[in-house]
């Protein structure tokens, strides 16, 4: 059974600082992983997604990585600000073929907060 | 940008009673889900839907669960008989290919 484990569970950093987060995965046979950002009492947006053929995506001041073989992935915000302040969430979909792909394995998120 | 539509954003019910969670995917996708986030858990997968079938579920998803699409535009979970640990945020999701979806934002149920 996959499991999703991300670390650190909360970090709090001061405006301008380039930030790490981390998730691990215990099954490398995934189809993709998502990085989604949730804030208080609302949905989760998606961020960025990596397909298992990937090494990394950018968006902006996001950059996630993906190791499969080591079941890691990173997702590294530069020059952080108040408004990235929210709950990251790493998520994988399993690659056991057909309609399996659609079944997200969530990590528990790092709960960010940016000071001014 | 289309988004994903749920409604209500918050119910409060009696244990139970049944509760219908409406959703309203993106309209050219052709993949539904259902997900809960009990507070302070994990985001858990319920049920995926495609081609007016249930794909997958998970062990949550008993037979006091069902989903449906009644309509072509809206996706429904139904709880019919809730117990006060069906307590959660419960999103709904929607994509064009398996595993990249937009989610809702959410519906808190609340069961007293």
């Known amino acids: 059974k996959q499991e999703v484990t991300q670390i650190p569970a909360a970090l709090s950093v001061p405006e301008g600082e380039n930030l790490v987060l981390n998730c691990s995965f215990t099954?490398?046979?995934?189809?993709?992983l998502q990085w989604f950002r949730q804030d208080p009492g609302k949905g989760l947006t998606s961020l960025l997604l990596?397909?298992?053929?990937?090494r990394e995506q950018t968006s902006g001041r996001l950059n996630a990585s993906l190791d499969k073989s080591s079941g890691r992935s990173t997702l590294y915000i530069a020059a952080s600000q108040p408004g990235d302040s929210a709950t990251y969430l790493c998520?994988?979909?399993?690659?056991?073929?057909?309609?399996?792909?659609?079944?997200?394995?969530f990590g528990q998120g790092t709960i960010l907060t940016v000071h001014p | 940008e289309p988004e994903v539509t749920q409604t209500p954003s918050h119910q409060v019910t009696q244990m139970g009673q049944e509760v219908i969670l409406r959703c309203v995917p993106i309209?050219?996708?052709?993949?539904f889900y259902w997900y809960r986030q009990i507070l302070g858990q994990k985001v858990e997968f319920l049920v995926s839907?495609?081609?007016?079938?249930?794909s997958e579920k998970s062990e949550i998803f008993d037979d006091q669960f069902s989903v449906e699409r009644p309509d072509g535009s809206n996706f429904t979970l139904k709880i019919r008989s809730t117990k006060l640990e069906d307590s959660a945020m419960y999103f709904c999701?929607?994509?064009?290919?398996w595993g990249q979806g937009a989610f809702g934002s959410g519906t808190r149920l609340t069961v007293v």
């Open positions: 839907f495609y081609n007016n079938e249930i």
């Open positions: 099954d490398s046979a995934i189809y993709n």
């Open positions: 990596i397909q298992s053929s990937q």
């Open positions: 998520a994988v979909a399993p690659n056991a073929g057909g309609t399996s792909y659609g079944k997200l394995t």
């Open positions: 309209s050219n996708h052709l993949y």
């Open positions: 999701a929607s994509s064009r290919q």
